[in-house]
């Protein structure tokens, strides 16, 4: 599986936007990109994934470069809620099993 | 609420024991999948099975063996224990055993070694 790049660490305002970047730079053309985050002390949830297009859901949006090897994880209004450590992940879809090589995210911090 | 349920959530030890971890899937979810994370680290593959079977292994211990049984939960078992163990252990589940689809995972079982 091919690698991410993420910031260690990122800190936003509340209700502000949060635009947590990654890099991929080695993706390949069947590489799914995947978010989760992981809220302290809880299991890593879901966040949304794309391939192509740009993409959202009631949680984020999800910006992919023209050229994929970078993308961005919008938080439209962020809370202290949404204080997480947040990971991007590439998923071969060719792949018969579902490793996903897991790097160290990005820890949002909200300030109030 | 994942669907995911994990026993037990924290769990305290000694060196050489031997535990067993427990992962019921999501209704319906072929696959389980099991991960380590250690502190403040990211979470490390252990081992994944689909229908029974086991499809991927990562970096697991030899000490560490894990099955799914016919009601499709799994059980994750680590033995010899050393203090490096202490982690904690996430089990995930998803409908097959690939694609492109998101995996729902546990709370988590917080083993210490002392």
């Known amino acids: 599986d091919a690698k991410t790049t993420q910031p260690n660490s990122m800190e936003s305002n509340e209700e502000e936007p949060v635009h947590l970047p990654c890099n991929h730079s080695t993706i390949s053309g069947t590489d799914y990109i995947h978010w989760y985050r992981q809220l302290p002390s809880q299991g890593p949830e879901y966040v949304i994934h794309g391939l192509t297009s740009n993409v959202n859901n009631r949680m984020a949006s999800l910006a992919i470069a023209e050229d994929r090897k970078s993308s961005t994880l919008i938080l439209h209004r962020a809370t202290l809620r949404d204080a997480a450590v947040y990971y991007c992940?590439?998923?071969?879809?060719?792949?018969?099993?579902?490793?996903?090589?897991w790097g160290a995210g990005t820890k949002l911090i909200i300030k109030p | 609420d994942s669907g995911v349920t994990q026993t037990p959530k924290h769990l305290i030890t000694a060196t050489g024991q031997r535990v067993t971890l427990r992962c019921s899937p999501r209704s319906g979810d072929l696959s389980v999948y099991w991960y380590q994370q250690s502190l403040d680290q990211g979470l490390q593959f252990l081992i994944q099975y689909y229908n029974g079977e086991e499809r991927a292994k990562g970096n697991i211990l030899e000490r560490f063996s894990a099955q799914q049984f016919p009601d499709l939960h799994s059980e994750l078992n680590l033995s010899s224990l050393e203090l490096g163990d202490s982690a904690l252990y996430f089990c995930a589940s998803s409908p097959n055993g690939g694609g492109a689809g998101e995996l729902f995972f546990g709370e988590g079982s917080r083993l210490t070694v002392l």
């Open positions: 992940i590439l998923r071969d879809s060719m792949d018969s099993n579902y490793q996903l090589i």
